[in-house]
């Protein structure tokens, strides 16, 4: 059995389509998508139909997905409204009104009951999910069970799970401890070329050879490690990864011309 991650594909379904086919989970196997499927992209509701149809798939929210249900929730909230569509929630929009008002309805109750964080625990590591990251003033434990790395999650705000950016990425230190252990926080919500300009402490450079971007690993334990490929950013830049934790491989789908 495998364990996969991918995040922030921004209504970008083709990509996503390509990138799970070449991947091609078993039965057994286990994918996280972290949030932020939706606007931007050309098939935002596409992305919701493939992710919530995929066996062992845990979807977590993400500030897109938050930006779209405040909106919805408060429809006579004239800010609720202009920060989604800033944020490219027209196309989302547009998608959601082309359903017929039970898919829809039914559509949006499940991303209205997505958590905003989980754990999991590959090859005897230990990795904590979230959209954007986690707020590393929350005191950590002394032992990271699965109980404590569970309490650990739900100490955290809503707000910084699904929003935090440079208190995250830009601290010197994350989690691991100095004997490596501890765990590892998978996130995206911060497209990888925007760290550069929040810390020097990358794995390697956030674009590759292609001028593509690529996920980073973050920190001088690189026990931080953003996988948002820039899929937002469209064809050219941006890709839609699928990663496996097991054994680190990158499954990447760059964004073409039209999708």
């Known amino acids: 059995m ?123 590591r230990l990795y904590l999910l979230a959209h954007a990251g986690v707020n590393l003033g929350v005191p950590a434990p002394a032992t990271w069970d699965d109980e404590a790395a569970d309490a650990y999650l739900a100490a955290q705000s809503d707000e910084d799970l699904t929003w935090i950016r440079d208190e995250f990425w830009g601290a010197e230190e994350g989690l691991a401890g100095e004997d490596g252990s501890g765990p590892v926080v998978v996130a995206g919500h911060t497209p990888t070329p925007y760290l550069e300009r929040m810390t020097e402490a990358l794995d390697r450079p956030a674009l590759g050879g292609d001028g593509r971007a690529r996920m980073v690993r973050v920190g001088a334990r690189r026990d931080r490690w953003d996988i948002d490929s820039c899929a937002a950013g469209g064809a050219g830049l941006g890709q839609v990864l699928v990663l496996r934790l097991d054994d680190g491989e990158e499954f990447y789908e760059p964004i073409l011309e039209g999708e």
């Open 2 to 124: 495998s364990t996969y991650v991918f995040s922030d594909v921004h209504g970008h379904r083709a990509a996503l389509d390509r990138a799970l086919e070449r991947v091609a989970p078993a039965e057994g196997d286990s994918l996280f998508c972290l949030g932020d499927m939706i606007d931007r992209g050309p098939d935002p509701v596409g992305v919701l139909r493939l992710v919530r149809s995929l066996p062992g798939a845990v979807a977590l929210l993400g500030n897109h997905e938050d930006l779209m249900l405040d909106c919805l929730r408060h429809g006579d909230d004239a800010l609720a409204a202009m920060n989604w569509g800033i944020n490219g929630g027209g196309v989302t929009s547009e998608g959601l009104e082309a359903l017929s008002a039970d898919e829809r309805a039914e559509l949006l109750d499940w991303v209205s009951t997505r958590p905003r964080s989980a754990r999991v625990r590959v090859g005897g």
